[in-house]
């Protein structure tokens, strides 16, 4: 059986029988918000429950059924960075599932970049491992290209704080240098699939 998708905040709200008439709805617009259920009786109660204007209403995603099945089969990667403290962290997930693969930090004195860098790099190690060819995606298009680059092209200081992630950074080039991969490493479309399903919402 098909889902139903329900518009909250969209072109023209509503409660939608295939995803294609509801992608026209959130596609491209601002603030879109909008949710996948199995049954119509359920998506039409959601829809009547809330508005948009609830804070509790999810994200914008793109259902994982909608997703292409070459992304459906991949693996996400994003990076966290607190402006004040300048900690760091990054993690990986499955984005079939939203399952977690792997979590590391925080790192003091970092930026997303290079924490972009790292999950880029730890995610293909890790697939290399599994004997893998999914592919990995990124919000970072700085980082895709300096994995490209096979370095870390950051201007970050270094500091006593930050060695930790200086020796990360070595032993990922060291990785790339000495590996080879099959693995696309591609950048996460948010305006067409929604938020990053490796994102850690702050």
């Known amino acids: 059986m098909g889902k139903w998708y329900v518009v909250w905040h969209g072109r023209t709200p509503g409660v939608y029988s295939t995803w294609e008439e509801a992608r ?11 949710k996948a259920f199995l049954t119509r009786e359920a998506a ?11 804070s509790d ?6 259902p994982v059924t909608a997703l292409p099945d070459k992304v459906r089969r991949g ?9 004040i403290t ?10 079939a599932d939203k399952q977690e693969v792997f979590r590391r930090g925080p790192f003091p004195d970092a930026t997303n970049n290079v924490g972009e860098f790292l999950a880029i790099v730890h995610a293909l190690a890790w697939l290399r491992q599994q004997g893998s060819t ?4 990124s919000d970072s298009m700085i980082a895709t290209f300096w994995i490209a680059e096979g370095k870390c092209r950051t201007r970050l200081p270094r500091t006593d704080r930050n060695a930790e992630l200086f020796e990360r950074i ?8 000495e590996n080879d991969y099959c693995n696309a490493v591609l950048k996460w ?3 067409e699939w929604g938020e990053n399903p490796a994102d850690f919402g702050r």
């Open 86 to 95: 300048k900690e760091m962290e990054y993690r990986c997930v499955r984005i």
């Open 189 to 191: 479309r948010k305006d």
């Open 134 to 137: 999914a592919p990995v995606y």
């Open 170 to 177: 070595a032993r990922a080039e060291q990785w790339l240098a």
């Open 57 to 62: 209403l999810p994200a914008s995603q793109l």
């Open 44 to 54: 039409q109660q959601a829809f009547e429950a809330r508005s948009p204007n609830d």
């Open 24 to 34: 026209q709805q959130v596609e491209h617009f601002p603030g879109a918000r909008y």
């Open 75 to 83: 693996y996400a990667v994003d990076a966290a960075c607190n402006s």
